[in-house]
């Protein structure tokens, strides 16, 4: 029987991978790195709580769709708080931690991943759902959106402990990756390759649901007359899905590419040299999704300064060319939803004249 290595501290796997963390992280380098993850986990956490509390605040958000982004924020608040404490347990810290502290840090990362991901998935099944069925918002009630919501974290809970219920390597050290010295090399294949697989899903869906609309949309307003950011208003509003999209398998798919390399056991692929400016570049994800609800949907920004200038009286729409028009439309008295065809034909936009000729201008 294989001997387990339970009680052993981290410095016995590090020096079996024989990666040097007392080097890499002192001096100015770590001041340098703390520096830069202290400013933009603050930026995360204040910029995704504005989020949150204007999908809370403001009623015109009361959809599904918002909901679920209101999720995403609250995934990437989360993430900012998985990377604070890998700030305080990394570098010299690394070798001094127990197993099960460990466990933890890596655990942090892997469910604020999965988080986004899975609520990613959800909102692409959501936006396919209603987008084919040529409306806007779907039917999904309050209830089902928070079952979703719910079985999100679950799941996402779930794949961040799976190392600590067992598969790790702690029994077997022979086959203990680099990167994550107490990790199984075949976990990390599993891992790395599941969520590339999902990214590929999922851009393949998005950009399904893009073209249908952007043909349908071009179809209508070819037999319809109206201002042009209304008959545009489907595509703006999957083109700010998929700059979340884009943004999130740009900044993850490097690390994971390089998880993988490591499950495979590529030695002579440097993945040491390049493993802290991955997580960097995971760690902007969680920076780049406000500003991507704010500048793509004017009534999140607006709703946003507002709350920022404690003003709620101020409902001024002064912006004008660099914003593109709220996609947010008018909640009607059917709950069933909004069709494109109304929304396009009837003018059922939020502003109605006002965006219109905000869009034009």
């Known amino acids: 029987m294989n001997e387990c290595y339970y009680d052993k501290r981290m410095d016995f796997f590090y020096n079996r991978t024989k990666t040097d963390t007392a080097d890499e992280w002192t001096g100015p380098q770590l001041i340098g790195v703390l520096c830069f993850g202290t400013f933009f986990c603050l930026f995360i956490f204040i910029s995704n709580s504005l989020v949150i509390a204007a999908v809370v605040k403001n009623k015109k958000f009361h959809f599904p769709f918002y909901y679920l982004l209101a999720n995403l924020a609250a995934a990437d608040f989360f993430a900012g708080i998985a990377y604070v404490f890998l700030m305080f347990n990394t570098g010299p810290v690394s070798k001094t931690l127990t197993v099960n502290r460990w466990f933890l840090r890596q655990g942090l990362l892997d469910t604020s991943l999965t988080a986004s991901l899975v609520n990613l998935l959800v909102i692409a099944v959501e936006r396919h759902m209603s987008i084919m069925r040529m409306k806007i918002h779907s039917n999904l009630t309050k209830k089902r959106v928070t079952f979703l919501i719910i079985s999100i974290w679950a799941i996402a809970i779930f794949m961040g402990a799976v190392p600590t219920l067992g598969w790790n390597c702690l029994c077997d050290i022979t086959v203990c990756s680099s990167l994550a010295p107490i990790y199984s090399r075949s976990y990390l294949v599993f891992w790395s390759v599941l969520n590339l697989v999902v990214f590929f899903i999922m851009v393949v869906v998005y950009i399904r649901i893009y073209m249908y ?76 999704n406000p500003i991507i609800y704010s500048y793509k949907d004017d009534e999140m920004w607006a709703t946003m300064k507002r709350m920022i200038c404690c003003s709620s009286e101020d409902k001024s729409q002064d912006r004008r060319s660099s914003r593109i028009p709220s996609t947010v439309l008018c909640r009607s008295t059917d709950i069933s939803g909004h069709y494109i065809e109304d929304g396009i034909i009837q003018g059922t936009i939020c502003g109605k004249g006002d965006l219109g000729d905000k869009g034009n201008s």
């Open 213 to 288: 609309v952007q043909r349908k949309t071009n179809v209508l307003s070819s037999h319809t007359s109206g201002s042009i950011s209304r008959r545009r208003t489907p595509v703006k509003l999957m083109k700010t899905v998929m700059t979340v999209l884009g943004a999130f398998v740009v900044c993850w798919t490097p690390g994971l590419v390089v998880l993988l390399l490591d499950g495979l056991n590529c030695t002579d692929c440097g993945i040491q040299n390049v493993k802290r400016w991955f997580l960097l570049l995971a760690l902007l994800n969680s920076v780049m």
